[in-house]
């Protein structure tokens, strides 16, 4: 396994988190993945990415190193995570809402 798939696996456990196929609740837990993503973005210091449904951050870690980043995240258990996470990172904002409704 990956070293992203296991960390996910073991919060999704810490933090008590059902899965809810209604609301289309999914977790990136692929590396591999991730950094494609990331990579594929060419993003500049100037840009402004917006994740919503963050989760655990998975994104916002590698993001935040290259602009700023705004996560919205509904379950509270992952926004409190977050809120911990990267309270000190300037270029992280999370904000605890559905995005559907804001």
């Known amino acids: ?6 960390t996910i696996i073991k919060l999704v456990d810490d933090y008590k ?8 609740q999914n977790f990136l837990v692929d590396d591999e993945v991730l ?3 990331v990579k ?6 100037s840009d402004v990415v917006l994740d919503i449904g963050a989760g655990f951050g998975s994104i ?3 993001v935040s190193k290259k602009c700023r980043i705004i996560a919205i995240e509904k379950e509270i258990k992952c ?3 977050l809120i ?3 309270e000190i990172d300037p270029n992280v ?8 409704e804001i």
């Open 17 to 24: 988190i059902k899965s809810s196929n209604e609301n289309g």
């Open 40 to 45: 594929q973005g060419e993003l500049k210091p």
């Open 60 to 62: 916002e870690t590698l």
């Open 84 to 86: 911990d996470k990267y």
């Open 1 to 6: 396994m990956s070293q992203l798939r296991d």
């Open 93 to 100: 904002q999370i904000i605890n809402a559905d995005a559907l």
């Open 35 to 37: 950094n494609e993503e």
């Open 79 to 81: 926004y409190s995570y």
